[in-house]
């Protein structure tokens, strides 16, 4: 055999070993799929589009574009300067729960990524020194093995760029 032919054979070797490995790709997605759907962070309804976080309904509706603190919020504007609310509770709530009590920690990680994203357009966010995480009770923290506020905590801090304080509350 010549070195031209081994040559060729090697590359029709390669893109053989190419399409196989593209074949079992694809055939693993479509298992994964099939046994574990892809669910929205928000409602945790099967999402249609693979690769997505959110359903279309959720990126509808989920989301506050234009609140007016004075009408939603009067009663606590004696006691905060500014309000920011990103997304209407009874959409989130689903993902809050499922973060907070059915330890689906990815969930979590993934509403704080939306938070931080949409914090990120906030002009007064530069203004921020601190990220202070609310402790938890040492009993809910045994019983949860986890800590939400300090989670969500981390990832606003490493995201915004602000630094984390999580022990002067207490």
Same mark, same amino acid.
């Given at each position: 055999?010549?070195?031209?032919? $081994?040559?060729?054979?090697?590359?029709?070797? $390669?893109?053989?070993?190419?399409?196989?490995?593209?074949?079992?790709?694809?055939?693993? @997605?479509?298992?994964?799929?099939?046994?574990?759907?892809?669910?929205?962070?928000?409602?945790?309804?099967?999402?249609?589009? @693979?690769?997505? +976080?959110?359903?279309?309904?959720?990126?509808?509706? %989920?989301?506050?574009?234009?609140? *007016?603190?004075?009408?939603?919020?009067?009663?606590?504007?004696?006691?905060?300067?500014?309000?920011?609310?990103?997304?209407?509770?009874?959409?989130?709530?689903?993902?809050?729960?499922?973060?907070?009590?059915? $330890?689906?920690?990815? +969930?979590?990680? *993934?509403?704080?990524?939306?938070? %931080?994203?949409?914090?990120?357009?906030?002009?007064?966010?530069?203004?921020?020194?601190?990220?202070?995480?609310?402790?938890? *009770?040492?009993? %809910?923290?045994?019983?949860?093995?986890?800590?939400?506020?300090?989670?969500?905590?981390?990832?606003?801090?490493?995201?915004?760029?602000?630094?984390? +304080?999580?022990?002067?509350?207490?």
């Amino acid at each position: 055999m010549s070195n031209e032919e $081994k040559i060729i054979l090697l590359q029709k070797f $390669k893109t053989m070993k190419s399409q196989f490995f593209t074949a079992i790709k694809s055939i693993l @997605s479509a298992f994964r799929s099939v046994f574990f759907p892809e669910n929205c962070i928000i409602c945790s309804k099967e999402l249609e589009e @693979s690769g997505t +976080q959110i359903c279309e309904n959720c990126k509808e509706n %989920a989301f506050i574009r234009n609140v *007016h603190k004075d009408e939603y919020f009067a009663p606590l504007l004696p006691f905060c300067e500014d309000v920011f609310v990103m997304f209407h509770y009874n959409y989130v709530k689903k993902g809050i729960i499922s973060f907070k009590f059915k $330890k689906q920690i990815t +969930q979590g990680k *993934h509403l704080a990524n939306l938070l %931080a994203q949409g914090l990120k357009k906030q002009d007064w966010i530069k203004e921020i020194d601190y990220v202070i995480p609310i402790p938890l *009770h040492p009993k %809910a923290q045994r019983k949860r093995q986890f800590n939400q506020c300090e989670i969500i905590a981390d990832i606003l801090s490493k995201e915004l760029g602000i630094k984390k +304080q999580a022990d002067n509350l207490f």
